[in-house]
């Protein structure tokens, strides 16, 4: 078993899960950038991850959107650095992030009722409204 990653206190991830590619990254940065695979790309297999409990997973996929793809793989790239290692941090760096807003539950909503000024001046509103565009008719013709 290789190094794990703390995700938070109770969700911890190995290495192992994430597979890591190094591509060329476009951009400003010359000859340099051209020759080099400095650009990062993170694998992360939610779906099949044994350490994610359900409920993260779900959540994780639904942040994830674009970055996740049907089979429920997360990618990550980062390519901001001309340092491969830079990038390789960074990347981690997002994705362990991901993981922590998924790893958070969503806080209940408290049903509150409608305050007694708002509904007033709703109706106020709506009456200013009907002003208006009573005024815009055509008078009426009595004869």
């Known amino acids: ?6 995700v938070t206190d109770t969700l911890v991830i190995d290495e192992d899960e994430i597979e890591e590619s190094f591509v060329r990254a476009g ?5 340099h950038v051209n020759k080099t695979s400095s650009a990062v790309q993170l694998r992360f297999d939610a779906r099949n991850s044994a350490n994610l409990p359900d409920d993260v997973r779900q959540r994780l996929e639904k942040l994830a959107g674009a970055k996740a793809t049907k089979d ?4 990550v790239t980062a390519r901001g650095r001309a340092s491969q290692a830079l990038n390789r941090a960074a990347a981690r760096m997002r994705l362990v992030a991901l993981l922590r807003a998924a790893a958070r539950p969503p806080k209940k909503r408290l ?3 409608t305050p007694a000024r708002a509904k007033r001046d709703r ?5 200013r409204r009907a002003g ?7 008078p009426k013709d009595d004869g």
């Open 1 to 6: 078993m290789g190094r794990r990653i703390d």
């Open 27 to 31: 951009g400003p940065g010359g000859q």
């Open 72 to 75: 429920g793989v997360i990618i």
């Open 111 to 113: 049903k509150t009722k």
């Open 123 to 127: 109706i106020e509103a709506k009456s």
């Open 132 to 138: 208006v565009k009573k005024l815009r008719q055509p």
